[in-house]
């Protein structure tokens, strides 16, 4: 008996010991590679006071870089080192030069991107479901030589339907098609869609964050970036997945995005992000078209000069963190308005003060979010965040015909942007996202319209809608604001 009780007391003391090794070797990897003081100081606390819970905990939620994405694309572009300099020939005699007032909005975006503004581009916006995947279905049915598409959400449902036989169409016509998706956004997606759209055709691969052997818990990033392209000269990107939802047939009703049709140099901008993402998930690089001449959008009175920037960004930068970055510039460079649209209201303490401080300068900053949530935990985390907005005149507006999940920046009169990236830490940190950025009058303005029509349908959220729900919801919302780095 007492043989027994020693032997199960050493099994239990090596499981213990090792679980301390592995807890030090997690605080140390905390310790070097946390971004923030109070992020390292949580997890070492978490590590050496619950080491059997933190520490598989702190290696799939933990990291906040995405290996081996940056040395693959480089890896691509020295496989086909005339690929860069063939693009940016092709581009140059587009390039934007910016002016003073251009350059104050959204210079430093090309900086932080390594990308160029591009002039003569069309940019229109699609304003839900329906005329936006008319308009994908028109583009996809356009190609003449190759699609390029890509989702962070497909569902093998009608509208996945409609997508599977359209593809299958196109590749039937002789027109190459590369499908990427987002394995953990689609996860209930059978492979009888998959392998319908191989034996099809369509070259489809999944993202696969996991690739490589360091990488086995790289399962907390996402890449939700969105877009059809066709030829390398016209497509689409925005908010909407591949899903009946997306058409308003959910258990939420009417669903709010938005997507823009691109046409123009920045298409060809855009293709460059999905070769990247292509070449992670399937390491070839297809051919594409990167020498055709870009054609020129605008009239020749230049009103529609369309100025654009796509802006990728993801877990790969480092120490800079791009999507922070570019919600952060936004908000400081607005003088007059900052209006933002989001599904998912869960900013860190940096986005929170840069939104008191700019509507402590006199602008009008709004903030529209979702009154019914598809997500409970940032629909509760939203709640925390009231206070904070309303002590210093921060509107926070929610939508209330349906779901909003549209992505939508407008900065005064003169930037404006429509992408995949919420204004939470998953898109700031975690997500690999992007975003068309323009500087254009008209299509400010089409954008002013478009929130202005929304907001007619928001009702302010004032701070009592938090304090008067009862203990319990309060509870959650502070509970769900614990789990903000993550969401």
Same mark, same amino acid.
């Given at each position: ?15 213990? @010991? ?64 005339? %690929? ?31 990308? $160029? ?8 916006? %699609? ?12 583009? /996809? ?21 409609? #997508? $599977? #036989?359209? %593809? ?83 258990? @939420? ?8 049709? @691109? ?21 070839? @690089? ?41 919600? #952060? ?8 308005? /900052? ?29 529209? /979010? ?59 940190? #975690? ?9 254009? $009058? ?46």
């Amino acid at each position: 008996m007492f043989e027994q009780l020693g032997e199960k007391l050493t099994i239990g003391g090596i499981l213990l @010991i090792g679980a301390e090794v592995l807890a030090l070797i997690s605080v140390a990897n905390a310790l070097m590679s946390t971004r923030s003081a109070t992020g390292a100081w949580g997890w070492v606390m978490s590590l050496l006071a619950f080491p059997f819970l933190a520490v598989p905990a702190y290696w799939v939620f933990g990291r906040r870089e995405f290996n081996g994405y940056g040395e693959r694309r480089k890896e691509a572009l020295q496989k086909k080192e005339d %690929l860069l300099e063939t693009l940016i020939s092709t581009l140059e005699p587009h390039y934007a030069k910016l002016d003073d007032k251009q350059e104050w909005y959204g210079g430093v975006l090309s900086k932080l991107s390594e990308r $160029r503004y591009t002039r003569g581009n069309e940019i229109s916006l %699609l304003k839900d479901g329906h005329a936006t995947f008319d308009e994908i279905f028109r583009i /996809i049915d356009s190609a003449e030589d190759y699609l390029l598409v890509q989702f962070f959400i497909l569902k093998a449902d009608q509208l996945g339907e409609r #997508l $599977r #036989l359209a %593809l299958i169409n196109r590749a039937k016509a002789g027109v190459r098609i590369y499908l990427l998706y987002d394995e953990i956004g689609s996860y209930g997606l059978p492979k009888t869609y998959i392998n319908s759209l191989r034996e099809g055709g369509v070259a489809v691969r999944a993202f696969h964050s996991t690739q490589g052997r360091s990488n086995r818990f790289q399962i907390n990033f996402r890449n939700h970036r969105k877009m059809v392209l066709a030829d390398g000269v016209v497509g689409t990107c925005g908010g909407h997945n591949v899903g009946n939802e997306y058409l308003g047939v959910s258990r @939420i009703g009417n669903w709010r995005d938005t997507t823009v049709r @691109i046409s123009g140099p920045a298409a060809m901008s855009l293709q460059m992000v999905f070769l990247e993402d292509w070449y992670w998930a399937a390491r070839e @690089i297809p051919d594409f078209n990167w020498t055709q001449p870009v054609s020129n959008c605008c009239k020749e009175d230049g009103s529609d000069d369309m100025t654009v920037l796509v802006l990728p960004f993801g877990p790969v930068e480092h120490i800079v963190e791009g999507g922070t970055l570019y919600f #952060l510039n936004a908000i400081s460079r607005a003088k007059e308005r /900052i209006w933002i649209a989001s599904p998912y209201f869960v900013p860190d303490h940096c986005i929170v003060s840069a939104l008191q401080l700019a509507s402590l300068r006199g602008v009008d900053v709004r903030i529209m /979010i979702p009154s019914v949530p598809d997500k409970w935990t940032p629909y509760l985390a939203s709640f925390s965040f009231l206070e904070e907005m309303e002590v210093t005149g921060v509107r926070v507006l929610r939508y209330g015909d349906g779901f909003m999940h549209q992505k939508a920046v407008l900065v005064d009169h003169d930037m404006a942007s429509v992408g995949t990236a919420n204004l939470d830490n998953r898109s700031m940190r #975690l997500n690999f996202e992007v975003n068309i950025v323009v500087m254009n $009058r008209k299509f400010c303005d089409d954008v002013e319209a478009m929130f202005l029509a929304d907001f007619e349908q928001c009702k302010h959220a004032p701070l009592n809608e938090y304090r008067s729900q009862p203990w319990w919801f309060r509870i959650g919302v502070k509970l769900a604001r614990l789990a903000a780095p993550v969401l």
